[in-house]
């Protein structure tokens, strides 16, 4: 049996801008340039409980989530996605309990990859998939430590949140950097075995 290897996105904060869009809903955009380092809970920073931060998403719906603005990065990682260091590449997205994400989710992966794609998982359970062919590429430290722990690779995406905001675009252009200089990642090509 042949092992390919396989790209794993993370798709909110590392695809969309979902957490800009989210503090733009709540009247406080300004916070995402005065994020707290290891501030992770959107709630937390904006003082308000979790049920009070998904009512106005959850009321917006599917749509809100279809119309998800795209971050600025990402034909750099569609580039990188759909080059040659990997067999396979999927969208992993941790839906979200709010009316319309997984919905909304599909809608814009369609809109920004065609209506034939069809390379997404939703899951909260991201570790599950991990193999040591897969590469997760996410920004959230516990699911990049789970997918670890049960056996796959993961690159940690820099963000505010997982980071010290001073080093973050540096830090971001490095693991670019790092992903798209990757050598042919496990699995195979064309069924031939890389090294």
Not at 74 to 99: H, K, M, R
Request: proline residues 7%; glycine residues 6%.
């Amino acid at each position: 049996m042949v092992k390919e290897s396989v790209l794993l996105l993370d798709m909110d904060d590392v695809m969309v801008n979902f957490t800009a869009t989210a503090l733009k809903i709540h009247g406080r955009p300004d916070l995402l340039n005065l994020w707290p380092p290891l501030q992770w809970e959107i709630s937390g920073l904006l003082g308000i409980t979790t049920k009070e931060f998904w009512a106005p998403i959850d009321a917006a719906g599917a749509d809100w989530w279809a119309d998800l603005p795209a971050c600025s990065w990402i034909n750099q990682l569609l580039t990188i996605a759909c080059g040659d260091n990997f067999d396979q590449w999927y969208v992993v997205s941790v839906p979200s309990e709010t009316q319309g994400c997984v919905e909304g989710k599909i809608r814009w992966l369609k809109k920004w990859m065609g209506n034939c794609f069809s390379r997404y998982i939703f899951t909260p359970h991201k570790y599950l998939l991990a193999t040591p062919e897969r590469l997760l590429f996410d920004d959230s430290p516990a699911n990049v430590r789970w997918f670890r722990a049960y056996g796959g690779s993961a690159i940690l995406f820099p963000q505010p949140w997982n980071n010290t905001p001073e080093t973050v675009v540096k830090d971001r252009d490095q693991v670019f950097q790092r992903l798209a200089r990757m050598p042919r990642y496990g699995g195979s090509k064309n069924g031939q075995t890389s090294t």
